[in-house]
């Protein structure tokens, strides 16, 4: 079994909208699967640690930080959030090391 890397996707809104006059009916069902999709990630071990900043202007973006066995297989669970994958939310991924970390 190939030793695990670790990655990070930074998600942004694709509309600014949906933070600063509130999601339309479709985008808040889409940030529920978004939701679930993270939290069941985080539940089977996948995911270090997922979280977003509190402003509501351009500068806005969330982060997951998680454990993959290649940038194929990362890619893979970025794409696979139904926020990016229904085009909500756009994402990057970037190769990652926890250099330190508290409890």
Do not use: C, W
Request: hydrophobic letters at 45%; proline letters at 5%; aromatic letters at 8%.
């Amino acid at each position: 079994m190939p030793e695990l890397q670790e990655f990070i996707f930074v998600i942004r809104p694709t509309r600014l909208e949906m933070l600063t006059e509130g999601p339309t009916e479709r985008e808040a069902g889409i940030i529920g699967e978004h939701f679930g999709y993270l939290k069941g990630l985080t539940e089977q071990g996948v995911m270090a640690f997922v979280g977003r900043t509190l402003n509501a202007d351009a500068e806005t973006f969330g982060i997951a930080v998680f454990r993959a066995a290649s940038e194929q297989e990362a890619r893979g669970i970025m794409l696979g959030d139904p926020a990016v994958r229904q085009g909500v939310m756009s994402a990057t991924l970037y190769p990652f090391k926890i250099v330190l970390q508290g409890r």
